[in-house]
C-alpha cells in the first residue's frame, strides 16, 4: 500500500508519509486525505473484496459464528459426558475450523467495508495527529486492516507491559488468523513518525498532562467507573474474539481490587475443542482504552 498503515473501525485510519495541519479543521485537506485513503483501499486485494459488502454487514457473520460456537459446545459436552470424543465429532470440528477460517476472511472484508464507510462519512469532521502512546493504546485490541506478513490475515494491536524506567508501555501487532502460530511485530509509536486520522477528541486532542490531570482526577475516575460499570456484561461489536469469531463481553476481573485500570476486560465466553473455556482476554489497562469504550457504548469518551 501507499501511506495507509492501518484502518479502524470507528473512522481511525494511521497513515505514513502524509501531512496533514495537526489537530487543525482544514475541511479541504481532510477530504482529499480521505479520498486518497479509500482509493488506495479500493485498489488493494483487501479492498476489492470489501467493496462486496454494505454496512452492519458483519452481524450475518456474527451470527454464523455464534452457530459454530454452539456446535462446538455441544460436541465438547458429548466428550464430556461420554468420556471420549467420537471420530464422527473429530471430523465435525475439523470442518468447523475450515469454516471458521473462510467466516474470517469474509468478517474482516466486511469490517474493513464498514471502516472505510465510516471514514467516508465523517470525512469533514476529521482531524490528524501523530501517532503516540495514548492514540495507540486507544486502538487496542480493534480489527484493523494490517496485513500478516505471515498468513495474510488482519491483525490487531495489542499492548504489553509497563516500563517504570521508561513510564510507557510495550505495544505489538497481532495475527487474528493465527495469534499463537505467527509471529508478534513490535510496534513503538515513537519510532513509527505515523499520523493518525479520526474524529476530533479531547480524550486525545488536549495536551497529554492536561488530559491526564483529568483523567486522574478522583471526581473523574468515580464517574467514569459509574458509567462503565453500567456495561458490564455487554458485548462490543470492535472487539471480536480471534478465535470464535464474536463480540466479547465487558466483564470485571476475577480477584480485582476494584480500581479503575485493573478491574475490567473483555472476556470470550465460548469453549475450546476440549471444552475448557476460551483464554482470549483483553484487560483494560489505561485510560484512552476506557474512553474508547465509553465511546463506543455511548458516544463520548471519559472527556465529554
Known sequence: MGFLESLFSGARAFLREVVVPVLQVAKQVAIDTVRAV?????????????????DGASRQYFNRAEDLAAEQREIAER???DGKRSSRDDDRLREIDLERRRLREELEAAKAAEASAELKDAATQLVSAPVSDDETSAAVGILSSRVCPTCGGSMRIRQGGYNGTTRRRSFYWL????????PTINFDPAKENLMALRKSDPNLDLPTKERREIWERKDVVRETQIRLRQHLGEKDDEVICPHHLLPMKLLEQP????LLLTTYQYVCLHVDDDGRACQHRIPLETFPQV?????????????H
Open 291 to 303: 474512553s474508547e469504550t465509553l465511546r463506543r457504548s455511548e458516544g463520548a469518551g471519559i472527556i
Open 79 to 81: 466428550a464430556r459426558r
Open 175 to 182: 495475527c487474528s488468523a493465527h495469534p499463537g502460530a505467527c
Open 38 to 54: 479509500l482509493e488506495e483501499i479500493d485498489r488493494s486485494e483487501f479492498g476489492r473484496a470489501a467493496t462486496r459488502y454494505i
Open 255 to 258: 480477584g480485582n481490587n476494584g
